[in-house]
């Protein structure tokens, strides 16, 4: 029977597929040494995003033939170490991307309110009804820099708030934007345009540091950013100096470069709210992510590829 080693919580309803087909153990207490010195008992690895499955740990893998990633992104596991040791990589790409919109949704929202400073000053006693002056997203524009499965979901929630939404995306249609009510435009042109940019791209070699300080020059004076993408993708020094300067008006993040993020300025910055990378956490998401990775899994250690919705 394969052994499958979850070295991070996932939702019940997977472990209960895993454990109808193969011997599973969940040690989510693990350090990189200690999980270096169990993986080599392992068919199969599981993680979420908190384990960096470097190309050091791989090699200790030595019947590892996959690693599932409880999510989509799949930025901390090397690729090309996992691909030069013949060990597939599978992930439940579809399972959060609700999650994640409507947690963008709920930031634009926050950050068009100041929903959360607000709240803390109530908790702390005061009532300064003029302190909070928002603004209606209604015929505001949003900018997506990337339309994919994620960016479409905010999309389509953010044309129900009878926002604009412009989007860059050098993959996306035509066809597929129009659908989407959205209009494609170069990143430049979404930057100028856009009263709040949010960030719905990978992090790969291309996106790394996307957002530095040139692009965040070409954003409208007095727009806001929002990543509930990865941390990486953005110049986070870059991104503190462009709200301190007031060419931005706030931030909101859910991913930092490092996470935690210890030291990070923009955390406790008056005018940037920030989240410990919430977007896949609800029920409904982790349920799916749980039962779309162990059915991946399973498929890769019966010698199949799992297909994709
Ligand atoms: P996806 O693959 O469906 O879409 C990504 C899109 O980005 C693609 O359409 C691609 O063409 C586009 N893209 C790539 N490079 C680009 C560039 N340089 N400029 C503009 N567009 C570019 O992925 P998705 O499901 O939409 O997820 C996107 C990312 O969101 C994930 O890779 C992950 O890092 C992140 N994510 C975060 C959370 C969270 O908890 N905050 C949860 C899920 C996913
Ligand atoms: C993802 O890429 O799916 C997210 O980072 C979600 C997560 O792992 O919590």
Redesign the pocket.
């Known amino acids: 029977m394969d052994r499958i080693l979850v070295a991070e919580p996932i939702a019940e309803e997977g472990l209960a597929r895993l454990r109808a087909a193969a011997r599973v153990d969940v040690r989510t207490d693990l350090d990189k040494a200690g999980l270096i010195a169990i993986l080599p008992e392992y068919d199969a690895l599981i993680v979420r995003s908190a384990t960096k499955v470097t190309a050091d740990v791989l090699a200790a893998g030595t019947r590892l033939r996959v690693v599932g990633r409880a999510?989509?992104?799949v930025?901390n596991i090397d690729l090309d170490a996992a691909t030069r040791q013949g060990i597939m990589v599978v992930n439940a790409?579809a399972s959060?991307?609700v999650?994640?919109a409507e947690?963008t949704i709920g930031l634009i929202l926050s950050l068009a309110r100041h929903i959360p400073q607000a709240h803390s000053t109530v908790v702390a006693g005061k009532w300064e009804r003029n302190r909070f002056m928002g603004f209606e997203v209604r015929n505001k524009t949003l900018g997506l820099?990337?339309?994919?499965?994620?960016?479409a979901e905010v999309a389509r929630r953010a044309r129900g708030l009878e926002m604009h939404v412009v989007a860059?995306?050098?993959?996306?249609s035509t066809e597929r934007a129009l659908q989407l009510g959205v209009t494609l435009a170069p990143?430049e042109e979404v930057l100028a345009q856009a009263d709040i940019v949010s960030l719905?791209?990978?992090?790969?070699d291309?996106?790394r540091n996307?957002i530095n300080a040139m692009r965040l020059a070409q954003m409208k004076r007095g727009a806001y950013l929002i990543n509930?993408?990865?941390g990486g993708v953005v110049d986070e020094t870059a991104l503190l100096e462009a709200i301190n300067g007031g060419h931005l008006a706030g931030a909101a993040l859910?991913?930092y470069s490092t996470e935690p993020p210890v030291g990070n300025p923009l955390v406790g910055h008056p005018r940037v709210i920030t989240l410990p990378?919430?977007?896949?956490?609800t029920v409904e998401a982790q349920a799916l992510t749980g039962v779309d990775v162990a059915e991946g899994v399973l498929v890769a250690l019966s010698g199949g590829s799992p297909h994709y919705a």
């Open positions: 999510g989509t992104g930025d790409p959060n991307s999650a994640v947690l820099v990337g339309l994919g499965r994620i960016g860059y995306d050098p993959v996306v990143l719905h791209v990978p992090l790969i291309s996106t996307l509930a993408a990865r859910d991913t990378h919430l977007g896949a956490s």
